[in-house]
């Protein structure tokens, strides 16, 4: 295609406008919006502007695909609704590529059903599984793949939300609560339950998880707590999710995402009355959140490799850790410095013929610095893989939110949505993940996945050997 793409975006929160909308008004030349779909004016004409049609219901625009032409959808719209609206853009004329925002449907009956709807139409719908695109995560895959660490022993991910974000999100915001959203390892630990997959290359034999809601409770409220911050809280000065200071002061000078889910007056004034009288201004112990704010969860593999995935919401970092150990060598890495850190056990060992045979299939990866360590000396390298974002990355994703648009963008461009890592197949299995684990935290079992997961989807739903692919 010469001309940029057409886009018709469903819902403009804070991943429709403040993720793919930036991309979109960063890059003219390759996409325009031709069409939103939001219920709140303000935000439907901040990204509609002032050539793209408006819809107060996404299901006029959807009804309105014909007229508008796109060349693919955006939904990212609230989570209850992904399902309904992907099978009503499948169901609208065969072909029209989809990225839908993960998770794909807030709870197992719902993925079901979309399964279903992909395997029978030939929808052809991407998730938005952004770490995938991230520099850190493609130089991390391209070591794993190359077998620079030998077999793989253990994977352990880190998922540290930071205490804050868990707060914004989790506790006052829109994933707090299961019966409204969907449980958190699913919301926001299926993209590290994707990574794993990813890396491990197959789907895994047995899930266990353990977890609870520890510390955002009414008995954990101080004395004398009103259900608003505002409202005179005598802990306001020592208690680490005063809302006030997060939303007014640490993030005076942000115009974006976090800050857009308070409302359009982003004035100290509009912040502030957003505060006394919305959600983000309760207090963490009143809200209605039942979602758990910490969960470990152990993952067996047929090849013998084990994976760990811890996530908690009591972290003073909002990003990831990864420790990976094989029968070659040993991976470090920290997601948001993206330094990558990889000791080979060999005296003679290089990266795969050296470092320019694995890191040359990553941009914005180089070597930082090598050395030897240990008693024996063997070799060391500091890697930095971490690219160009556009604006100040406030959703701990790592460049991967601007990487999966320029990837989703080529594919509409040369007709490849829907396949390899832009396919539906690749993203079910973390997502049957997600649901197994938080299966067994509510249950305290192992679960036998390929058997639960033959149960969950139903014989002849979908062939499981499609799962997962990439």
């Known amino acids: 295609m010469n001309h940029p793409l057409r886009l018709a975006v469903l819902g403009a929160g804070g991943r429709g406008a403040d993720t793919y909308g930036r991309w979109v008004r ?27 049609a408006r819809y107060p219901d996404w299901h006029d625009l959807v009804a309105d695909l014909g007229h508008l032409r796109p060349d693919a959808v955006i939904i990212a719209l609230p989570d209850a609704l992904h399902v309904e609206a992907a099978a009503a853009v499948a169901a609208s004329g065969p072909g029209l590529p989809v990225l839908l925002e993960k998770p794909a449907a807030p709870t197992l009956p719902a993925l079901v059903d979309l399964a279903r709807v992909v395997d029978r139409t030939g929808a052809r719908i991407a998730i938005g599984h952004v770490l995938r695109f991230a520099p850190f995560w493609q130089a991390v895959r391209a070591l794993v793949t190359a077998g620079t660490l030998g077999d793989l022993a253990t994977i352990e991910v880190r998922e540290n939300i930071g205490f804050w974000h868990f707060a914004h999100s989790f506790v006052r915001g ?19 339950l994707d990574l794993i997959r990813w890396l491990a290359g197959a789907a895994p034999q047995a899930v266990t998880s353990q977890g609870s809601l520890l510390h955002f409770r009414p008995e954990n409220a101080p004395d004398g707590a009103p259900d608003h911050c505002t409202d005179g809280c005598p802990a306001a000065a020592s208690c680490p999710f005063y809302a006030p200071r997060y939303y007014l002061d640490a993030l005076r000078d942000v115009a974006g995402h976090p800050v857009t889910m308070l409302g359009a007056d982003l004035s100290p004034a509009g912040r502030l009355a957003a505060l006394r009288r919305g959600p983000y201004g309760r207090c963490v112990y009143r809200c209605d959140n039942d979602v758990a704010d910490h969960q470990q969860t152990l993952l067996r593999f047929a090849s013998g490799l084990t994976a760990t995935l811890t996530a908690s919401a009591f972290t003073a970092e909002n990003t990831r850790h990864l420790t990976i150990t094989g029968t070659r060598g040993q991976l470090h890495g920290h997601m948001d410095s993206g330094e990558i850190r990889v ?32 008693p024996l000396g063997h070799p060391t390298w500091m890697l930095v893989a ?8 406030h959703r701990g994703h790592a460049g991967g939110d601007d990487g999966l648009m320029d990837v ?15 396919s539906f197949a690749t993203a079910l299995d973390s997502h049957l993940m997600a649901f197994a684990a938080e299966e067994s935290r509510a249950g305290g079992g192992v679960v036998d996945f390929e058997a639960w997961t033959r149960t969950a989807l139903g014989l002849g739903a979908v062939e499981l050997g499609s799962t997962g692919a990439g």
Do not use: Y
Request: net charge negative; aromatic share 2%.
């Open 408 to 422: 989703f963008c080529r594919a509409v461009a040369d007709g490849s949505v829907g396949t390899g890592e832009l």
């Open 26 to 52: 960063a890059h003219p030349d390759r996409a325009r919006v031709v069409g939103v779909a939001d219920p709140v004016p303000a935000r439907l004409d901040a990204l509609a502007g002032t050539t793209a």
């Open 343 to 374: 000791d080979l056990f060999s005296p003679s060992a290089g990266l795969s013929g050296g470092p320019d045979g694995v890191l040359g299939t990553v941009p914005g990866v180089s070597v930082a610095a090598t050395a030897t360590a240990g």
């Open 386 to 393: 971490r690219g160009d974002t556009v604006a100040a990355d």
């Open 174 to 192: 829109n994933w707090r609560n299961t019966a409204e959203s969907s449980p958190m390892v699913l919301a926001k630990t299926c993209h590290d």
